[in-house]
């Protein structure tokens, strides 16, 4: 039954990338720190207490701040013909109503603990409703991605397509194909590994870990493949 509401911690994607360089000019200062220690400094225990003081404290306050400007506490309300997104921060800048009607298509992805809701409307810019979930946990984004997607589904598209709902690219052909190639790929990597006894590098973990991430992207859509 509508109205429902949901509070969801969701990133600020309007200012993400200004986010991101804070974060890497912040990582910069905070090595430059630490090798002015370790030149300044003869005492090599006090120069390692003193460097690890510095990357790790500096690491985590900077951690810390970056989640506080980036995580929009949010309270999210679907109606029958509205969506409104309430920012409860003590200085609100993400508050906004959206006409259901309006949206033209939606589609919704699901990637290493990034889920996105981005909206379409029809004579507005586009919004994202994005949850990282490595930062903070999102509340119930399944649960509010069922009620919209029900609430939008009895209303008329605005441009006279069928669907509203537009494919992620994990629900696309291209994705199973290229989850068969890496398959392959990762197959023959292991049998030349274990035939011809060559030793397991770093770079080779990491791309194992890359295929696994994108596998249970893969399986996680796969409702909404089906369902396509």
Do not use: C
């Not at 790790?56 to 506490?73: E, Q, S, T």
């Not at 949850?131 to 008329?156: H, N, R, T, W, Y």
């Amino acid at each position: 039954m509508l109205p429902q509401t949901f509070e969801l911690n969701l990133f600020d994607t309007t200012r993400g990338t200004r986010l991101a360089v804070v974060m890497m000019m912040g990582s910069f200062a905070l090595l430059a720190a630490s090798f002015l220690v370790i030149a300044l400094v003869d005492n090599k225990l006090l120069t390692l207490v003193i460097a690890a003081g510095i990357v790790g404290g500096g690491g985590y306050l900077g951690w810390r701040a970056y989640k506080r400007a980036a995580v929009v506490p949010t309270r999210l309300t679907i109606t029958p013909t509205h969506l409104d997104v309430e920012d409860l921060r003590p200085e609100p800048r993400l508050s906004y109503t959206l006409p259901l009607a309006d949206i033209a298509t939606y589609r919704y992805s699901n990637y290493n603990d990034v889920q996105e809701l981005r909206l379409t409307p029809v004579a507005a810019p586009v919004l994202k409703l994005r949850s990282v979930g490595k930062i903070a946990p999102a509340g119930d984004f399944a649960g509010m991605l069922a009620v919209f997607e029900q609430a939008v589904s009895v209303l008329p598209t605005p441009n006279g397509l069928a669907s509203r709902r537009e494919k992620s690219f994990f629900e696309k052909p291209v994705a199973t194909y290229l989850l068969v190639f890496f398959t392959a790929l990762i197959a023959g990597a292991g049998w030349l590994i274990f035939t011809r006894s060559l030793p397991i590098k770093g770079n080779m973990l990491v791309t194992l870990g890359t295929y696994l991430t994108y596998l249970a992207a893969w399986r996680a859509a796969a409702e909404r493949r089906n369902a396509a």
